[in-house]
């Protein structure tokens, strides 16, 4: 009887087994337990409610395939200030803000130096396949290790991490301080560039790339709308005065005619056309392709960072056809990105998130045509009037700089006058505060001092870094930007217009949804170590999305 008991045990644990492997491997075949490949793409200047506005117009394997296929979080948003974009990629890969990470603008006043620091700047690096200025370039500057940092350490340096992107911080500051590349485009000779941070020499598929020339074959013809002009009902009339008029043009109009501007411009021209997403593109598909990215036992990571749609709405503004149309042909490099990666690893395979570094506001004077509250900063004026109203205070103006909406004062001379560093900060600050421009105004010395919990003054001490950030900073009432053209717009402030993004996942073991959860910027980084079983880069201070990673 017993040896029945026990053969019978011994048939039950043997099939239970059986089942068991017969479950793992189906699970398996559709979902391996690492991805191959994650592909961050992050699209420069991108609102929210460019998905929406657009639906009608794209196409079925883009940004629809994205958000049909994978997780909409639809309530994403920055948690500090300013929504540049240096700030927002760092903040991106580090899953913490500029308080912590300490790119807290695209330059900022360096007091040691006195002069602006670039956030990518590296005097000890020089320039791979140029030399321009623009290839002194690393991520020395930030302070934490990003997401794709801690993937190449977590596999002991076999995970490839490679960086992309037309503007040299979209590349950098992603791909983080380990990678094995960063790549970023030079105007100057219509080539992606390196630096020797990163290697002594291009590689020789990046050379016959470039070889190819494809930003003089994209401005070889004029830039025309992708549809018929009359179907961009989603924008207003194509001539208007809010747009920016290109040197060699007389009208903001369809067709652009790239030839004649490029000109006057050179190479770098094709950042303020849709064709600088597709050189993107393609630039990308040559990556996978060439570094045979996703075919080794351990996880790859490319950042892809979409530039020229920051560009074309600095230069047109966001109801403008020039940036529709440039969303529909981007729209079309995103099938076509997508499409190549499943040819050659499958959806199961490759995790992907697209979020952007920061939106954009509404053309002000389009607003204040419309009686909607908005308006210019002049903020030489402002630093002007300050360093008047310091001087017949103190004897001194004793501003060394007003950069980035932070007043930098000469803390020496303050030391030598025997004055009080925070008496000088409240006086400077309740003298801005009394503009008709300011909505807050706060002081080194509050930020150092007060815990913030919401609103405008909590994003600015997110975004306040004790050893960069200036003494005293100023907000500016929502619909306000610093701009010197009343055409096109800006971005950096606190308010939705700018820190409202999409975020979607897609891909492997993403569920098919959406969340209206409020979920921060700085959540992305914890969410993809929590799915990659990694440590959280060194200054994290996001959380993971749980309705991602039960």
Known sequence: MNNLKYSLSLIACIFTLQLFAQTSTKQSASAPSQPKLVVGIVVDQMRYDYIYRFWNKFGNDGFKRLVNEGFFCRNTNFNYVPTYTAPGHASIYTGTTPAVHGIIANDWYNRTTGYNVYCAEDQNSNGVGTVAKEGKRSPVNMLTTTITDELRISSNMKSKVIGIALKDRSSILPAGHTPNAAYWFDGSNGSFISSTYYMNELPNWVTEFNKKELPLKYLSQPWNTLLPIEQYTESLPDDNKYEFIAHGETRPVFPHNLPEIMKNNGLGLIRNTPFGNSLTKDFAIEVIKNENLGKSAATDFL?????????????????????????????KDLAELLAFIDSQLGKNNTLVFLTADHAAPEVPAYLMDLKIPAGYVKEKKIADLVKTYLFKTYGDSLVLSFYNQQIYLNQQAIESKGLALQQVQEKA????QAMPEAAEVLTAYTLNNTSFTEGSQYM???GFNTKRSGDVLINYLPGWIDYEMQVGTAHGSPYSYDTHVPLIFYGWNIKQGSSSEQIYITDIAPTLAMMLNIQFPSGCTGKPISILVK
């Not at 560009?311 to 529909?328: A, F, K, M, R, W």
């Not at 600050?429 to 801005?432: D, G, Q, S, W």
């Open 303 to 331: 950042a892809i960072s979409f530039s020229s749609p920051d560009y074309i709405g600095h230069t047109y503004g966001p109801n403008s056809v020039e940036q529709e149309d440039d969303y529909l042909r981007l729209d």
């Open 429 to 432: 600050a309740a003298y801005l």
């Open 460 to 462: 600015m001490q997110k």
